[in-house]
């Protein structure tokens, strides 16, 4: 095992690391930014170091502040977390000419998977299902058109690079698509310094459904069941739960087997995961693309399977093989996670930052909370709006449901708009409390339910 490990990130993830070293008996070092000076990754961390003023750009992106902050502390590894630099290839070669463990997937590994446009290709050849599309990256607006109407409307238009829904438009005709390839590639541009653009069949109805993977450097792959993430406001997930409420038990060994396929064919080590698309009035799942690091809803996984995730990508980044074979995982209950973020759902979703006046989290069987909030604490305009994960786990998806009501109910934030209101409402809908869900639903929910605004 390691040492020491710094933590490249903030928040909720950087104490779940923390914690994973800590019951590993290694010693953690945490970095922030001045706008982070009292967070509580700091205070929990065995070390902690200043990287920059507030924002990302200045410290949690700024490499060379990081790779100085390694060096001075000394550390055998990092871990990026997820965001900021977790898939970034160029960070994990720096890494391994400085002699540190990048604990992730290798460089080849991130770089060959976040140019999607490139994945689905590599899935192709993997014999993966992908969703009809462009062959590469489009040259321009006229080819984007061409394929757009030989394909039929609607489409996807998406960037290669990044996530978290940015550089992604839906075009129904001639008019939205040349809209949407022009915004797109700009806002792809601004976001991850590169404008291209790849193109999707829109799949409308779809639910989007992953699958968790961890491979060590030994040529082992074993994949954790699926979770589904369809609940999501302009391509965000709120909501993920494990295991998915549309797939039988055929279909979800079908879809782990692809994942894994996928896996050992890029010879893929660390914790992943594998993006689908499933048509569920053609009953067909396409690949979307992998993300190469941890996920934020992995906690739903952990909870249907006993494995804690971070622990073992630490473990295969030492050179450990897998602790486990794929026989040897078993899918227990039902696990549904939140995200409670500093949001006003009434106001499309704007951020609302500032102090936590007062907080009160759930507690009782069956209830999990990823946070690094605490009363005072203040929620800072730079980052991601999350204020904590709630996940809650029964030993079905009516007790998880039940239970998730139970716990929101109990939870209290003063001080900020939050997303918890809407999570009470979503959890009542008999929709949802029947599985009848999907990438939409969230949208028209919300025209249905949310009160008027005073």
Not at 61 to 78: R, T
Not at 326 to 339: D, L, N
Not at 361 to 385: E, K, M, N, T
């Amino acid at each position: 095992m390691f040492e020491k490990v710094l933590v490249a990130n903030r928040g909720e993830i950087a104490i779940r690391i923390i914690r994973a070293c800590r019951e590993l008996g290694m010693h953690s070092v945490a970095v922030f930014s001045e706008a982070d000076r009292d967070a509580l990754h700091v205070e929990l961390a065995d070390e902690a170091i200043c990287i920059g003023p507030p924002p990302a750009s200045e410290s949690y992106l700024k490499i060379a502040n990081v790779i100085s902050a390694a060096e001075v502390a000394d550390v055998d590894a990092i871990h990026p977390g997820y965001g900021f630099l977790a898939e970034n290839a160029h960070f994990a070669e720096i890494c391994e000419n400085c002699n540190i463990c990048f604990i992730g997937p290798s460089a080849d590994n991130i770089r060959r998977m976040g140019d999607k446009a490139a994945a689905r290709e590599t899935m192709k050849e993997a014999g993966v299902p992908v969703t009809p599309g462009s062959d590469g990256v489009l040259r321009d607006q006229d080819e984007a058109l061409e394929l757009a109407r030989a394909m039929g409307y609607p489409v996807l238009i998406k960037a290669v690079a990044g996530g978290g829904g940015k550089g992604m438009r839906v075009a129904h005709n001639d008019v939205s698509l040349v809209q949407g390839y022009l915004t797109a590639g700009s806002e792809a541009e601004r976001s991850f310094g590169n404008p291209d653009l790849y193109m999707e069949k829109y799949v409308e109805r779809a639910r989007h459904i992953e699958v968790q993977v961890i491979g060590d450097r030994h040529g082992g792959v074993v994949h954790l069941g699926e979770r589904d993430c369809s609940i999501q406001r302009r391509h965000q997930k709120l909501v993920e739960e494990a295991p998915s409420p549309a797939l039988t038990p055929e279909q979800r060994r079908e879809l782990g087997a692809a994942a894994v396929r996928a896996a050992q064919f890029t010879g893929y080590s660390s914790a992943g995961t594998l993006e689908f698309l499933y048509d569920e009035a053609a009953k067909e799942f396409y690949f979307m693309e992998m993300n190469t690091r941890i996920q934020v809803e992995h906690p739903v996984t952990e909870q249907v399977t006993g494995v804690d995730i971070i622990k073992e990508q630490i473990r295969v980044a030492t050179g450990e093989p897998l602790s486990f074979s794929q026989e040897e995982v078993r899918i227990e209950g039902h696990s549904i996670e939140f995200r409670v973020n500093a949001e006003d759902p009434q106001r499309n979703f704007s951020p609302s930052p500032g102090r936590i006046e007062w907080l009160h989290f759930p507690g009782g069987p069956g209830v999990r909370i990823d946070s690094q909030a605490y009363a005072g604490a203040d929620i800072p305009p730079y980052y991601d709006s999350m204020i904590a994960k709630l996940i809650v786990d029964g030993r079905d998806r009516e007790e998880a449901i039940a239970r998730m009501r139970r716990a929101m109910d109990e939870f209290t934030v003063d001080g900020l708009a939050t997303t918890l209101p809407l999570g009470l409402r979503l959890m009542a809908d008999p929709r949802f409390q029947r599985g009848e869900y999907h990438t939409g639903f969230l949208e028209r929910f919300l025209e249905d339910s949310l009160p008027p605004e005073e």
